[in-house]
Every structure is written in C-alpha cells, then in structure tokens.
C-alpha cells in the first residue's frame, strides 16, 4: 500500500471516527420523543412475530426496522442510551459505505469531499439520534443507487441480484421506499431503451425481470399497506390535517440538504419565506450559512452533470423523480411529506454535488471545502437550535413532575395525547388508556361507540355542531369515565390528568364561529379549515375531560413541568 492510500484510507477512518463522536456528543441528555416512543413500544413485544404483525395491522411504516430494534433490545436493553446508540451506528456506517461507492463511482477525492461533508451534514446528525428508520434511509438509498448504476453499465441477470436485494430491503424498511423502486425502474428503463447497444434486447429483459421480483416480494407489504392506509383515512380527522404540505417545501427541503440551518423538519410551513431566516439569522448569518452552502452545492451539480455525464445524470434522475413522485402523492393527498420522507436520496444527491466539487482546482476546491466544514461545525457547537442537540420529549417531563408527586402505583394516569407510552418513564400508576387519535382519525373504534359518535345525524344537523357549540360534555363520555373509572377508585386514590398543549385550548365562546362550515362531511375545506377542526375537536376533548373529572373528583391543584407545554392537573377521590 502506497503513502497515498494509506493517507486516504486513514482520512476515511479519521472522519468516520469524528462523525460518530458529533453523533454521541449529547446523547445523555436527550430523551425519546413520541415517534420514538412508539417505536420502541412496537419493537418492545415480546416476540418478533408480535412485532411484525402490529407493525402490519397498526402502523403504516414497514416492519424491517421494528424487528431489528426488538433484536437490539434483546441484546443491549432498553435505556434511552441504548436505543439511540442504533440509529448512529447506522449513520456513521454510512461515511465509510459512501466514501467507498464514491471511489467506485467516481474518484477518491470526491469520497473524501463527500465523507467530509456527511460527517458534519446537520441533517444527518439530526436524525443519528432518532429511534426511527430515518438514519437508514441514506444508507440504503446509497446502495440502491450504486448497483442502479453498476447494473445499467453491465446488465447481465446475475449483476441485478444485490439491485433487487436492496430495494427489497428499502422496501420492508420504509413505506414510500417501493416509490423509489419503481422510480428507478421506470428511469432505467427509458435508458436501456435509448441505448444503442448490440444485446439491448436481453438487457432490457433483464432488467424488467429483475424489477418484477422485486414487486413480487413487495406484494404482501403491498396488501397491509392499502388496508391501514384506507382506515387512517376513514376518521373525523386525517394525518393531513396535521402534516400540511404546500410547495414552500421546496425551499425547505433544499434548505435542510444542503445547509446546517435545519427548518421545518416536524411540519411544513404554510408561509415559508427566507425572511424567517432572516429574523432569526440576520442577513449576514443567511448569506454565510444558507446561500453559500447552496452556491457551492449548486456549483457541484452543474461541474458534475458536465464531467460525468452518464452517472450523475442517472443518480440526479432517480433522485429528483423521487421527490417530485412524492409531492405530487402529497399534492393529492395520498400521502403526507415533510423532509425526513425524502432522506433516501439525501446523500444520493450530496454525492452528485461533491463528484462537481472534486473536479475544482485544488486552489479553490480545498479552502472552499475547509470553510464550508469550518462553518458548518460553527453553527453545530453554537445554534441554540443545532442538530447536535435535542431537547427531552414532553412525556420524559410529564413523568418527572408527577414522580415529584410521590406517585403510587394504585393512583391513575389520563395523559390522552399517547399517554400509554409514559411506562418508558413512569413505571408506576394505572395509565388510563383513552387515546384521542383514535377517535379523531379511526372509523367507529370501540372507545368511540362508548363515548359519542360524531359523525350520526343528529335531528337534521351532524352531532359535530352540537358537540362543539355545547359547553357540556356528551353524556356518554362521562357515564364512561364513571363507571370504567371513577367508581371503581377507593377514598384518597389521585388521578394526575396530563394536558399536552400542542395546542392551545380554545374558550367555549369561540367554537360556534370557528364551526362554521366545518362539519364532518364538507369535503370542499381548505387545508387551514381542516386543521382548524382537527384543533378544535382536540382541544375540545380535552376540556371536557378536564370538566368531567372537575365534577367527580376533588381538585387537589394544577402542576407545571419544566416543559411549558404541559400543564398536569391532580385530584382524588373523596
């Protein structure tokens, strides 16, 4: 081994090491977070079969990465340390995997350029410490892309093996990765038929052969995707009345690749405007760290189409039909999107960008590139919004401060917004599991019929205007919680009632105008319109609640977290 590669491989090894020590950094002080929660609550069953199949029937993510996590907590428990060391052993397994298809692809210096700047990319670290699928996403997109490319330049059948391997595996770990596939499919194969070679008859065969295997093994998922979907759909209330999509997405997702300013990565904004940016950032902050990442980026792109025609041409391609497919599902609401759906091409397009890069003078490439990671490591260490930090979720807070209560473990728990997942943190108590999404966003679940049906016509007019214009709860919720609960608890039992303010709770006299026009079957609702129910409705419930256990149970007074969007209410039984 030359000097050389010794200093190149040692470059690699270096990067990757650091990435992983930004990756852990804080990671003592983080705690999960409801997606996070409800991962873990899945892969926390008792078997893989159990896994599997709630992740089928319940969710409408793929089962992959639920049955890798319930093997990690078999082996390593189920700490929050533990759990987020998964996620970033896969980011930072994603520096040496892509600085080694870079040098395959293209050259060793944009393997390096492009490990350099994975390392300290923001989202990636962002998502290096979520217990979700997301840190794979880049990783599997990489290999996609690399045997896309690999198989179209050499399209024997044998070649097409680890293509179809890893998409199979894209596939079974998120539930938009078959959008991937088939734009892969469809892109490579406008290729093979505009190519004028002597067997582009056997390769275009083989090449929808191999793609047919791969929907094949994708029709099982396929059966239980259509089916969960379809029952997210048939509520009062859907995912899209809390995912808005609107084209600024654009500006953000580019802003989020490409940049270390992080914007708008659990929503989209309805009003996204680099004037935000701005307020926060002032002019001179905006130029340094978004328009000059960009800049460079862009620059990147176009070097990179000129000099490596074929390869970036294809892996650009299938990236950028991939968000487009995505935003035109979102345009017509059949799926949500917000950033974190499109990490499968992140690094797909950083790669293009530093293939352009690479081709610089080394005069401008190399100070270019130390200034841009200088920046970026700034901003990381000095943010108060950095993606090297997170704050603690809100049950994590909600468990604390009811701890500080000296809980005992016949006392009860109402936290409606997922409270089922405090047992991460709050193993103590009798949780009472009554969830408002499923009311809002499932057809007709049991709880439902027990409490109230606000979709039955209700004397001409819909029982969704006379819930909400009524400052009374519905009989029916509170003859539930009476008697599955209140007459069941014995003489000085508390009750500790949770409130999320995820949204803030409306005053009774403000429903009747926001109800206007807003009942359960008018399906001409704007996006805020529909929004402005699913709040309304949400804050509502909680109100009642809030009455119901007022009227029943003796107030002992209201606790704060040290999240201030929570506010706990405590009573007892007399």
Not at 400 to 420: C, H, S, V, W
């Given at each position: 081994?030359?000097?050389k ?15 992983f ?6 990671i003592?002080?983080s ?36 049955v ?78 690399y ?28 539930n938009l ?30 090449f ?30 859907s ?25 708008n ?16 950032l ?41 968000i ?227 009227k ?23």
């Amino acid at each position: 081994m030359d000097k050389k590669t010794k200093l190149y491989y040692g470059a690699i090894a270096l990067l990757t090491i650091f990435a992983f020590i930004l990756r852990i950094l804080f990671i003592t002080y983080s705690k999960l977070w409801i997606d996070e929660l409800y991962c873990f609550d899945i892969a926390n069953h008792a078997s893989v079969f159990e896994v599997v199949k709630t992740t089928l029937t319940t969710d409408l993510h793929a089962p992959l990465f639920f049955v890798i996590l319930h093997f990690w907590i078999k082996i390593f428990g189920s700490s929050d340390i533990a759990l987020m060391m998964l996620p970033v052993l896969f980011s930072t397994a994603s520096i040496p995997v892509g600085a080694l298809i870079a040098e395959k692809l293209f050259d060793r210096k944009t393997a390096i350029i492009f490990a350099a700047f994975c390392t300290f990319s923001a989202l990636e670290i962002n998502y290096s410490q979520e217990v979700k699928f997301y840190s794979m996403l880049p990783l599997l997109g990489l290999f996609c892309a690399y045997y896309f490319v690999q198989t179209l330049q050499k399209p024997k059948l044998k070649n097409f093996i680890p293509l179809v391997i890893s998409n199979i595996i894209l596939i079974y770990t998120f539930n938009l990765g078959i959008i991937f596939s088939f734009v892969q499919f469809v892109t490579g194969l406008l290729y093979l038929l505009a190519s004028k070679t002597a067997e582009k008859k056997e390769s275009v065969k083989n090449f929808v052969l191999s793609f047919c295997s791969i929907f094949i093994f994708y029709l099982p998922y396929f059966y239980f995707q259509i089916k969960t979907m379809a029952s997210s759909k048939s509520g009062i209330c859907s995912l899209f009345n809390v995912f808005h999509f609107d084209l600024g997405f654009v500006n953000a997702l580019i802003q989020n690749f490409f940049t270390p300013v992080l914007d708008n990565l659990g929503n989209n904004s309805l009003n996204y405007s680099i004037f935000e940016n701005i307020k926060e950032l002032h002019i001179i902050g905006v130029i340094i760290f978004i328009i000059l990442f960009l800049l460079a980026f862009g620059a990147g792109f176009i070097i990179s189409i000129k000099e490596n025609k074929t390869k970036s041409l294809l892996l650009i391609s299938i990236s950028v039909l991939f968000i487009v497919s995505l935003m035109l599902l979102a345009q017509f609401h059949i799926i949500p999107l917000i950033t974190r759906y499109c990490m499968p091409v992140h690094l797909i397009l950083m790669l293009c960008a530093c293939a352009g890069l690479a081709k610089l003078n080394k005069k401008i490439l190399y100070p270019a590139v130390i200034i841009l990671i200088l920046i970026s490591a700034f901003y990381l260490f000095s943010a108060k919004n950095s993606a090297i930090t997170r704050n603690a979720s809100f049950h994590y807070y909600a468990a604390k401060a009811i701890k500080q209560e000296n809980i005992k473990d016949t006392d009860y728990i109402l936290m409606p917004y997922f409270g089922r997942f405090l047992y991460k943190y709050l193993p103590e108590g009798r949780m009472i599991d009554y969830r408002l999404e499923d009311l809002l966003m499932k057809k007709n679940p049991p709880l439902f019929k027990e409490t109230f049906n606000l979709s039955i016509r209700d004397d001409g007019d819909y029982k969704l205007s006379s819930y909400v214009s009524s400052p009374y709860p519905p009989y029916e919720l509170e003859e539930y919680f009476v008697k599955n609960y209140f007459s069941k608890m014995k003489k000085g039992e508390r009750l500790f009632f949770v409130e999320s303010y995820l949204f803030l709770i409306i005053p009774d006299n403000l429903y009747p105008g926001m109800l206007k026009n807003l009942n359960v079957d008018n399906k001409n609702l704007t996006e805020l319109e529909k929004t402005a129910r699913y709040c309304m409705l949400y804050t509502k419930i909680l109100k009642n609640l809030e009455i119901i256990c007022s009227k029943h149970l003796k107030y002992l007074g209201t606790y704060y977290s040290e999240n201030q969007d929570i506010k706990i209410y405590a009573f007892e039984k007399i």
